[in-house]
């Protein structure tokens, strides 16, 4: 299974007055890694679903922030 979540090494210029971010990283939607709806596909109750805004597990991305070092 892949990763949703990515990073990259930005650069970083020499003459940069900003102290850099060593390593900065972003969300890729489920949808991306699935691409079509395979039959059988577990899903959540109606009320799991409202509150996570699909039906089905695999397509469910959360919105968190990955932490490196005390950074974000």
């Not at 020499?14 to 390593?23: A, E, G, L």
Request: aromatic share 20%; hydrophobic share 25%; proline share 18%.
């Amino acid at each position: 299974m892949y990763s949703q979540f990515k990073s990259y090494y930005p650069y970083i210029s020499p003459f940069d007055p900003c102290p850099p971010i060593r390593v900065k990283f972003y969300n890729t939607p489920p949808q991306l890694y699935i691409h079509f709806q395979p039959p059988g596909l577990p899903q959540y109750s109606p009320y799991e679903a409202l509150k996570r805004g699909t039906l089905w597990p695999s397509l469910f991305g959360p919105y968190e922030s990955k932490d490196v070092e005390g950074e974000r």
